[in-house]
């Protein structure tokens, strides 16, 4: 299998205190990875250089193919449009409906009119708020508006898929739910990436989970499997 | 498509979030270049009047008394061949005295009593177009007054000099006062930019992480900018039309400086539509200005 993304021997420091310390580590094509750690282990920052976000201080960063490290400013958006991302506080834009807010990501990129409805509409339907297009997102639930930024997420197909604890927000059925779909999206061939502290997630997943402590890479396990690095 | 009406919706949009700060934007920047317009409406007046007084001005050149016939006319001759010259007329001694008497009729019995006439022929020269400004005539005039038979070449010289330095002076003031005021329609249209960017930060940053590249962004932030520039512009002129009417009607009303009325003009279309042009360039300045200063985020 191929690796989509590459971390090699990278570290990263926040005021003199290691955010991430000599990271190596390679994530194939269509896996689901689960990055565990509890706050400050690193997982925001590890997903935020991912996308181009924070640069490391030391190593090398590949994601599809493409030395993030060395990236042109005018490159980042690029990479960010095959990196989709799902944040804990959702993100979304309060004055612009369900769909506008799902359309961005297709705007952005000048996506004919006629593609942008279908796309939407698919990506809505993915989710299963399709129903609730017209509507504004602060008249959503929390489980919706997470499932309205997942739609924006994979609206334009990205190669990968990054969550940053993305059911921090939400009660352990809406979290079960949120999971199930990124499985769903994970088996349709999208890279998922989801970090978080929650070990519930970990027990709805069942998948392949990399463990941070204080920045260090501590273990790598699959879910039942035990494998130790 | 689509995209082209994101763009110039959420310049529209941020107009309308901030609506008090973009009225008192166009309002400020309108009266500022309203300033600037006045001292450049009394600039192009005066030029224009400088241009149609110059128009008018005529050379005396007058010849010396008993000068013989021939010599008159080679003088004439001379003066038709020089290029500086337009037109050339000669006044004879017995014309300048009927002239004389038709212009003062009450006047006339003070040159009976002297028995001959004292009046002096002269030409009339008149200057070819390109050779009329106050500096080209002076020249000429110094030259002339060396030729052979002339007594004396006379014109408004310290008149037209001083209308001269004057239009200078109000040109330099024009550009100093444009230049300053210039710069604070940059500030305002910027700070009102500015605040928008300060307003909309969370915005931007979600364009930013869905992968909008930085032009995308600007975009609306320009054309706000661009928009707050003509406004202001645009409305300085209404101001401008509005106060010269006004001047033009008291003129009227009161018949006073009566010759000014048909002399003084406001901007032709053409230099309407440049200031407007000028004021959207400004507001736009004022938009790079602001997203250079505070950004639009970090990539």
């Known amino acids: ?229 | 498509m689509r995209r082209l009406f994101y763009l110039v919706r959420e310049a529209w949009a941020n107009m309308r979030i901030n609506r008090t700060t973009t009225i008192v934007a166009v309002l400020t920047t309108a009266f500022t270049l309203a300033c600037v317009g006045i001292f450049l409406l009394l600039y192009v007046n005066l030029r224009n009047a400088a241009g149609s007084l110059q128009e008018d001005v005529k050379v005396m050149v007058y010849l010396e008394d008993r000068l013989p016939k021939e010599k008159a006319q080679e003088l004439d001759r001379k003066l038709k061949l020089d290029r500086m010259v337009d037109e050339v007329v000669f006044i004879s001694k017995e014309q300048a005295l009927g002239e004389f008497r038709v212009q003062f009729p009450s006047e006339s019995h003070l040159l009976e009593g002297l028995g001959e006439n004292p009046l002096p022929a002269s030409f009339v020269v008149t200057l070819a177009p390109n050779f009329r400004s106050p500096d080209a005539m002076k020249g000429w005039v110094e030259r002339v007054q060396t030729m052979e038979g002339v007594a004396k070449v006379d014109y408004n010289q310290e008149w037209l000099s001083l209308l001269a330095e004057l239009i200078g002076y109000i040109e330099l003031a024009a550009i100093g006062v444009g230049i300053l005021l210039s710069a604070a329609a940059v500030t305002i249209i910027g700070n009102t930019i500015r605040l928008a960017l300060l307003a909309r930060r969370e915005e931007i940053e979600i364009l930013r992480s869905i992968g909008a590249t930085r032009m995308f962004i600007r975009i609306p932030y320009f054309l706000e900018g661009a928009v707050l520039g003509a406004c202001g512009s645009a409305l300085s002129l209404g101001i401008l039309k509005f106060a010269f009417e006004l001047f033009r009607q008291q003129i009227q009303l009161t018949g006073r400086f009566s010759g000014i009325e048909g002399m003084i003009s406001f901007f032709p279309l053409s230099v309407c539509l440049a200031l407007v042009m000028m004021g959207m360039g400004l507001g736009f300045a004022g938009s790079v200005v602001s997203l250079l200063r505070v950004g639009e985020g970090r990539a």
């Open chain 1, 1 to 229: 299998m191929d690796a989509i993304i590459q971390l090699i021997h990278v570290s990263k420091w926040h005021d003199r205190k290691a955010a991430l310390s000599d990271v190596t580590l390679e994530i194939e094509k269509g896996e689901f990875v689960l990055l565990m750690g509890s706050s400050g282990a690193g997982k925001s920052t590890l997903l935020r250089m991912l996308i181009g976000e924070e640069q490391p201080d030391e190593g090398q960063i590949f994601v599809h193919g493409r030395n993030v490290t060395k990236l042109r400013s005018a490159e980042i958006p690029h990479l960010r449009r095959k990196v989709g991302a799902v944040f804990q506080d959702f993100r979304l834009l309060p004055k612009k409906s369900v769909f506008d807010n799902v359309a961005l990501p297709l705007i952005v990129q000048g996506v004919s009119e006629k593609d942008i409805r279908r796309k939407v509409t698919e990506a809505l339907r993915a989710v299963d708020v399709d129903h609730k297009k017209d509507q504004l997102p602060n008249s959503l639930s929390t489980g919706e508006q997470q499932r309205v930024c997942i739609a924006r997420a994979i609206v334009n197909g990205p190669v990968v898929l990054l969550a940053d604890e993305p059911t921090g927000n939400l009660d352990p059925e809406r979290t079960r739910e949120i999971i199930e779909l990124f499985k769903l999206i994970n088996a349709r061939g999208t890279t998922v990436i989801v970090a978080t502290h929650d070990s519930h997630v970990v027990s709805h997943a069942n998948r392949r989970v990399i463990t941070l402590v204080q920045g260090v890479l501590l273990s790598e396990r699959r879910v039942g499997q035990g494998i130790g690095v």
